[in-house]
């Protein structure tokens, strides 16, 4: 069973930043297209930033020139620099593994972690 563990959640005040990590097993990690979903109470889940097999990333343009995606093959991890952190960025932040770019429908998800950021 494939597995993503999320870590680097919490809570931190607006204009701080987080670093999340997550960790993949039983895959093979360097083939996938790693990402970054997140979500706030009422809402849907939307994607954050994504990272494929050749390191290529696509960013949400709320996110864009605050947040990085990156991956390191060699620890089957992936995580994502959070910096100049606002309000609206309070939500649950999923990890995703997929073989397909093209859709979600059938990627592994981790459990989620929690970031809070206070005004």
């Known amino acids: 069973q494939v597995q993503l563990v999320e870590s680097g959640g919490g809570l931190v005040q607006a204009g701080g930043s987080l670093r999340l990590s997550c960790a993949a097993s039983?895959?093979?990690?360097?083939?996938?297209?790693m990402g970054w979903y997140r979500q706030a109470p009422g809402n849907q889940r939307e994607l954050v930033a994504d990272?494929?097999?050749?390191?290529?990333?696509n960013y949400a343009d709320s996110v864009k020139g605050r947040f990085t995606i990156s991956r390191d093959n060699a620890k089957n991890t992936v995580y994502l620099q959070m910096n100049s952190l606002k309000p609206e960025d309070t939500a649950v932040y999923y990890c995703?593994?997929?073989?397909?770019?093209?859709?979600?429908?059938?990627?592994?998800w981790g459990q989620g972690t929690q970031v809070t950021v206070s005004s």
């Open positions: 995703s593994a997929r073989r397909d770019p093209t859709t979600t429908a059938r990627a592994y």
């Open positions: 039983r895959i093979i990690f360097n083939v996938y297209v």
């Open positions: 990272i494929t097999s050749g390191d290529s990333t």
